[in-house]
């Protein structure tokens, strides 16, 4: 974790405590009771005199200091901002006065691998990179938010309106970043964590920690943005999957469904994502953006992934049996790319399947490709070394360009489908989808669209030269046995693209 540091007092920019005329009075008329000077009154003061004056001055003068200290240390004297007590009482504020479902927006900022920077270039450079970070959040926050430091790397941001944090903070991670200092170029990646009142939080306290949990998970991956998915409390599902979740991948509860992919030209298949389901004993079917998560943080998402792995390629390997020369695509973790012998195991499962290396695509999202470029790189390179195909998983969220996934030698792009989906009403998605196809088969890349939900989206794409399409209209999630079963469904109904769910599939969908 990068090096933490002390948030210490001001020193100038802090609004300062003055005494005030009141206690300026009794001060000299203390000092009158207690001295004869020759404009002092010829009597002394008694001493039930010296003891009320001293009564009513005292109090005053310990809450001045009191008053003086608490704001000269209510900034943070490197950067000039508050520091968090000062941002719960502005969120406990902000909170008070929202009204109805809008309330406001927490961010927490970290700086990804700060501590390299003053290990390499030293800690003076880090102290202004930390004071430039300031401004830049500065300048970025809408008005009337609050912009301050926790301590170390790390700030937050509240927003009164929370409508606008979740595109806030893909601005900071695109841009919070980047400086240059003294003559060189100090680029930090910037993770966020998202927090929206009231539905994460009722209280200051509370949306602070569900946007500090939210920044946790956006640094598994780092240099991204993460909304807080939890606010689930004690005996509720969210802790009981956690605790099941070991179990689950032990002793097979996991499963994998498949979604058919197809040429969007002919309607030909050409091959299935596999996408990994829980079967819980109590509480059903789990969709995976419920425990992948937990896998991640965990620390099981390795052992996971073997399992989604073994599975996949041995259903390929049937479907190949059957004559059906197809792909499967198996989504890796961001976690996967921290290990080194992770094309090794997908060696010795292709050897166990006797399935051909050109059969299998393994994916991974943009943001886990880029944010450590090299370590990304040594692993895509050994998987691409067995024969394997590496694609880009949900492209244009991520803040890359096609020029760094090149250098990857990364052979296919996933089209988001916040892109795809409705590109044929919206001139602009349109306008980026047509783009980045022409550009990824310029550069030879095969590009494959997601969220293809209509029949229009789906000739649109085969105009544009789009090799792969998949999404609700051309199929969704099927059981191994009927991919098959949808291949022949579709040449039957003679429908290109189209492939319809079965409606008495030979066995429950899901099944292994």
């Known amino acids: ?23 300026v009075l009794l001060l000299v008329a203390l000092l009158l009771l207690c001295v004869r000077l ?21 109090p005053v003068v310990v809450r001045a200091a009191r008053s003086h200290r608490a704001a000269a ?14 941002l719960l009482a502005a969120a406990a504020r902000a909170l008070r006065t929202s009204t109805g479902a809008a309330g406001p927006g927490m961010l927490v900022v970290d700086l990804d691998r700060f501590r390299d920077v003053n290990d390499a270039l030293g800690h003076p450079v880090g102290d202004e990179v930390l004071r430039r970070v300031a401004g830049r959040l500065r300048a970025l926050a809408p008005a009337g938010a609050v912009v301050a430091r926790l301590g170390g790397d790390e700030f937050a941001l509240l927003v009164p309106n929370g409508a606008v944090a979740e595109d806030l903070a893909r601005r900071v991670v695109a841009e919070a970043g980047d400086h240059r200092v003294g003559g060189t170029g100090v680029l930090v990646p910037v993770s966020v964590g998202v927090a929206l009142a009231p539905r994460h939080g009722a209280g200051a306290a509370q949306l602070l920690g569900s946007a500090d949990a939210a920044l946790h998970e956006a640094k598994e991956v780092r240099g991204r943005a993460c909304t807080y998915t939890g606010g689930r409390t004690a005996g509720e599902p969210g802790l009981l999957l956690q605790g099941d979740l070991a179990r689950a991948v032990r002793c097979g509860e996991l499963f994998v469904q498949y979604q058919p992919q197809v040429d969007p030209a002919t309607g030909a298949l050409v091959g299935a994502e596999a996408l990994v389901r829980w079967r819980h004993p109590q509480l ?11 896998a991640e943080r965990s620390g099981l998402v390795h052992e996971m992934t073997r399992v989604v792995l073994e599975q ?35 060696d010795a499962a292709l050897r166990r399947h006797e399935v051909p290396a050109r059969a299998l695509v393994l994916e991974i999202t943009e943001t886990g490709l880029v944010s450590d470029l090299q370590r990304a790189g040594a ?32 052979d296919e792009l996933k089209i988001d489908r916040s892109f795809v989906t409705a590109m044929t009403s919206d001139r602009a998605r349109a306008v980026i989808v047509r783009s980045t196809v022409q550009m990824a088969r310029d550069l030879g890349l095969r590009v494959v669209a997601e969220g293809v939900e209509d029949a229009d989206t789906l000739r649109a794409l085969a105009a544009m030269g789009c ?17 098959l079963w949808v291949l022949a469904a579709q040449r039957a109904a003679r429908t290109p693209g189209v492939l319809p769910r079965p409606a008495a599939p030979r066995h429950p969908s899901g099944a292994l």
């Open 467 to 483: 090799h792969v399409a998949q999404g609700s209209h051309v199929g969704e999630p099927v059981a191994p046995g009927d991919v």
């Open 38 to 58: 020759p404009f002092a009154p010829p009597w002394r003061a008694s001493p039930a005199a010296l003891v009320l004056a001293l009564a009513l001055v005292v």
């Open 284 to 294: 059903g079917t789990v969709a995976p953006d419920r425990f992948v998560p937990l």
């Open 73 to 86: 240390t209510s900034r943070d004297a490197l950067t000039g901002l508050p520091g968090r007590q000062e």
């Open 379 to 410: 692993v895509v390179r050994g998987l691409r070394a067995l024969g394997c195909s590496v694609a880009v998983d949900d492209y244009g969220t991520g803040h890359s360009s096609l020029r760094q996934l090149t250098g990857l030698d990364v």
């Open 312 to 346: 996949a390629l041995g259903d390929v390997a049937d479907w190949r049996a059957c004559g059906c020369d197809v792909t499967v695509s198996v989504n890796l973790s961001a976690r996967s790319l921290d290990d080194a012998g992770l094309p090794a195991l997908v």
């Open 1 to 23: 974790m990068p090096r933490k540091r002390t948030v210490t007092t001001a020193t100038s920019g802090t609004r300062r405590s003055r005494p005030s005329g009141v206690l």
